[in-house]
């Protein structure tokens, strides 16, 4: 069973496992934001079909000239980069990817973050 959780706040997180009578706690991990915030799009992108077979496609509502894509697993690997300008809609191609995916968007000074389930 996959699960993620993405902290909302700063704080010290751990995970908390338990099968019938048995339980295991992660050590804690700390998260800490730093940087400049990036503004939230003014209308959300969409993402369809969601959950897919095959490939996404994503309408970000405006043209913009600098998009990048990062698609990352549920450990925070990498899986795939895709830059794109000048641009509305994209297509994103995911290949042999399979499972929960972490979809980093950000175009000209906009960023949001949105997950993805390749089936």
């Known amino acids: 069973m996959d699960k993620l959780f993405t902290p909302q706040s700063m704080g010290s997180y751990a995970a908390q496992i338990t099968e019938e009578n048995c ?4 050590p804690c ?3 800490i934001q730093v940087g400049i915030e990036a503004l939230s799009f003014e ?11 095959e490939n996404i496609s994503i309408d970000l509502g405006s043209i ?8 990352s697993d549920v450990t925070g ?13 994209l297509d994103i191609q995911l290949g ?4 929960i ?3 980093k968007i950000k175009a000209d000074t906009y960023q949001t973050i949105k997950k993805i389930v390749k089936q």
Do not use: A, C, H, R
């Not at 913009?64 to 698609?71: E, G, P, R, T």
């Not at 042999?96 to 499972?99: A, S």
């Open 43 to 53: 209308k959300e992108p969409s993402i369809y079909p969601n959950p897919t077979q």
């Open 23 to 26: 339980m295991s706690t992660s």
């Open 77 to 89: 690997k990498v899986v795939g980069t895709y830059i794109f300008n000048n641009k509305q809609l």
């Open 96 to 99: 042999q990817l399979k499972g």
């Open 101 to 103: 995916y972490i979809l």
């Open 29 to 31: 991990f700390n998260f």
């Open 64 to 71: 913009y000239q600098d998009i990048s894509i990062q698609i």
